[in-house]
């Protein structure tokens, strides 16, 4: 049997309708932007495999510094106990995020950060003596699948089983123009009762990859610091150079409060989980006490291997060549938007960084259930390129090594599509 039958046998695969879903492919290898199965046939990964992989896969730096690791600590408990990967980590991670941030508290991935910033920001106004229970949360948003996370994300198909079980919050539209006076009205009559704002910064990712100004979200970061409405930066997704610069919230000018990352931190490597904060919320904590203790943590936080992979990844991220590539793609993926924004199968480009997104003219409203979905995605597959549409929305979002030619050979292949789908 391959791989496929094998696990056909034995496997639920996240977010797959097992009863329809095609039969799942058998990778065995990857080597920069590309990736092979069992049969020898190559694949172009344009969107990270799931957001993750900024610097290719098997990338020999970071496996290197992997296997150095792994013959010196593969694990040790974090509670009470410490080691050279996780110091050297956040030192190195806090010397370039905004300014306040100053502490780094561990997890294991993407929805487990923002399930610690939103206790921390909760059982912060309690340790204070001011109960504040109520978050603030975009329209649409999506902060993870573990139930914090879950009641901070909209409300969609990914919750609706859930939905009576998830506690009550505030959502709001993503501000512009029109709205951002309306916005801050609304903040403002709930600032009293509201712990903190949690927000995807310039980027709603799964929601469409829809995209928003950053002078409006400064304009509102700037209101809710007024009304001392604390702010979580979810970075999961938008950190480490998918905007265009280190982070997204490096475009604007007020720092949040709490920055949650994972995804990028390992390069894709394996799975870690970040949150970092302020002096002012770690000192809250500080009491003779012990139920102000924050009473969170994970069997793995902090482990060395993840954390040798995140500073591996944080050196080529470093690097000027990192940078240039960034740049690279943000310019490419501008001229081929600019080519393909007038063409009639399409609704709206968006761009911002390294991410550019194309939304299909459907003649009806955009949905993650569109029947277009699958037809883009095998298209591209069978083309030997993985873009995995949400709903009529195609997005590349490809790891920072990924060549000119392929690049140029992602765009060919979507406007083929334009003219056959």
């Known amino acids: ?32 932007a590309l990736l092979f199965d069992e049969e020898g046939k190559q694949y172009i990964d344009a969107v990270s495999s799931w957001w993750v992989n900024i610097h290719g896969h098997a ?31 956040a030192e190195r991670l806090l010397a370039i995020l905004p300014p306040n941030q100053k ?6 991935n993407g ?50 089983a859930f939905d009576s079980l998830l506690f009550e919050v505030e959502f ?19 600032k009293s009762q509201t712990a903190c704002f949690i927000f995807e910064p310039l980027v709603q ?14 304009e509102l970061m700037t209101h809710c610091r007024e009304e001392e409405v604390m702010l979580i930066a979810d970075e999961v997704f938008t950190g480490f150079g998918r905007t265009g610069k280190p982070f997204a919230t490096n475009h604007v000018d007020i720092e949040p409060d709490i920055m949650c990352f994972s995804k990028g931190l390992t390069g894709g490597t394996m799975a870690l989980g970040l949150t970092t904060c302020t002096q002012q919320i770690y000192d809250a904590f500080l009491s003779d006490d012990k139920l102000k203790t924050l009473f969170h943590g994970h069997s793995f936080t902090a482990n060395p291997i ?12 470093q690097q000027p060549e990192t940078t240039e590539n ?57 083309a030997g390129i993985i873009l995995r549409p949400l709903g009529n929305v195609i997005y590349i979002l490809p790891p920072y090594c990924i060549t000119n030619e392929q690049l140029n050979y992602v765009y060919g292949k979507i406007e083929q599509a334009l003219e056959e789908l």
């Open 1 to 32: 049997m391959n791989l496929t039958e094998r696990d056909l046998q034995v496997i639920w695969h996240p977010y797959t309708q097992m009863k329809t879903a095609q039969p799942p492919i058998g990778i065995v290898r990857g080597e920069g």
């Open 326 to 382: 960034i740049a690279r793609i943000k310019a490419a993926h501008t001229a081929f938007a600019d080519k393909i924004r007038n063409h009639p199968k399409i609704k709206t480009v968006r761009q911002t960084g390294t991410i550019v997104a194309m939304e299909w003219e459907t003649g009806d409203n955009t949905s993650y259930f569109s029947s277009l979905r699958d037809k883009l995605y095998h298209y591209f597959l069978a």
């Open 59 to 89: 990338h020999p730096y970071i496996a290197k510094k992997v296997s150095e690791q792994l013959h010196k600590l593969e694990h040790v408990i974090f509670a009470g106990f410490t080691h050279e990967g996780a110091v050297e980590l």
């Open 172 to 190: 709001i539209d993503i501000p512009n123009k029109e709205n951002i006076e309306s916005l801050k009205s609304q903040i403002s009559a709930l």
């Open 103 to 108: 502490k780094a508290f561990y997890s294991d």
């Open 306 to 317: 993840a954390c040798a992979s995140a500073l591996a990844s944080l050196d080529l991220f």
């Open 205 to 218: 990712g799964s929601a469409g990859m829809i995209m928003y100004e950053a002078e409006y979200l400064n």
């Open 111 to 160: 929805s487990t950060a923002v399930e610690v910033a939103i206790k921390m920001c909760l059982q912060y106004w309690l340790n204070k003596g001011d109960q504040r229970t109520k978050i603030i949360a975009f329209n649409n948003a999506y902060h993870g699948d573990t139930f914090g996370a879950m009641a901070v994300s909209g409300r969609s198909a990914f919750t609706k």
